[in-house]
């Protein structure tokens, strides 16, 4: 059984930077791709950031130039920066092992979820 562990969430304001961290355990994790999803009240999750087992990432428009997804596969552990936060950031942010593609994700492994406000 795998588990996801996600921190680094928290309150930023506008413009700022965050670093979320999701450690999985278990060593299937590393035949899977890593993604960070978002859900917003009242919107359906999505999924701004993929990085497959080989390093290829992928990025939803509205991550693109702003996010960067990094996986440390020694550790089990993926990263999200975000940089250049804006307001409809806020979500929580979820950690997932997928299979599938970045496009046609299958979400084999879910974390718990972890908090970004971003404040104007």
């Known amino acids: 059984q795998v588990q996801l562990m996600e921190s680094g969430g928290g309150l930023v304001q506008a413009g700022g930077s965050r670093r979320l961290s999701c450690a999985a355990s278990?060593?299937?994790?590393?035949?899977?791709?890593m993604g960070w999803y978002r859900q917003a009240p009242g919107k359906q999750r999505e999924l701004v950031a993929g990085?497959?087992?080989?390093?290829?990432?992928n990025y939803a428009n509205s991550a693109k130039g702003r996010f960067t997804i990094s996986r440390d596969s020694a550790k089990n552990t993926a990263y999200l920066q975000m940089n250049s936060l804006k307001p409809e950031d806020t979500a929580v942010y979820y950690c997932?092992?997928?299979?599938?593609?970045?496009?046609?994700?299958?979400?084999?492994?879910w974390g718990q979820g972890t908090q970004v406000t971003v404040s104007s």
């Open positions: 278990g060593s299937i994790a590393s035949g899977y791709a």
């Open positions: 997932a092992l997928y299979s599938g593609t970045f496009y046609v994700p299958k979400v084999e492994y």
């Open positions: 990085i497959t087992p080989s390093g290829t990432t």
